[in-house]
């Protein structure tokens, strides 16, 4: 059967529909991914299609009214106008307000960088909440474009941990996964600087005590201590 209807929910592959639409098909041995829904957009002018133009699943939802609006979108527009080209991103959209239009807030691009509220990412993940006029990629920092921040004023990244844990971020190579580290020990209030596995480490106690190459703060009653 192609369809079938069961108190108003349509079933295809399946005579037991549970949602309005419930699209079933038997799961094997296979290892790929099954297409089950296609959405497909096809050239019908006969020329070059342009950037920006394919498929989209509109989400909506109604407004005070009776009429409803496009309140998310997922859509799949042309990365390049190259018809040969087959390059499609991948983009979310949302609205943020009643009525409002839905725009774009994550994009995934042919190449595999992804942008939350920035359309052309600069790295694998690119998280922008404001203009910068900075471009990230570019000279040095070409070697750190794996995850950009961005923002148009004061801009952070936070590390939320319990009350008696770590925050940290390691350091490693194909020899040594974690070769250095930074951590605060949420336990005693303490930030450390650790290189080389723990051959060296300095580190800032809640009291403003400073430690070079020290194991053990217990002890320090001055400013500065080194072993």
Partial sequence: YAALFNGGNVGMGTTTPTEALTVSYGIGTES?????????????????????????????LPTSTAATHVSARIGCPREG?????????????????????????????????????????????????GESNAAAGDGYSVHADELV???????????????????????????????????YDHSDNKMGFITNAAGGQLYLTSASLLGLNATAN???TIGLTMN
């Fill in 149 to 183: 921040i961005e923002g148009s004023g004061n801009t952070g990244l936070s590390i939320l941990s319990g009350n008696n844990d770590l925050s940290t971020v390691y350091f490693g190579d194909n020899g040594d996964n974690d070769i250095g580290h930074i951590y």
């Fill in 81 to 129: 106008g190259d018809e040969d080209a087959n390059a499609g991103t991948l983009s979310f959209y949302t609205a943020s307000t009643d009525d409002a239009t839905a725009t774009e807030k994550m994009t995934i691009l042919k190449g595999g960088n992804t942008g939350i509220g920035v359309v052309a990412p600069a790295g694998k993940l690119h998280i922008k909440s």
């Fill in 32 to 60: 790929t991914l099954t297409g089950v829904l296609a959405i497909e957009g096809t050239d019908t002018e006969d020329a070059n299609m342009v950037s920006g133009s394919g498929p989209s699943l509109d989400f909506r």
């Fill in 218 to 220: 217990g002890a320090m």
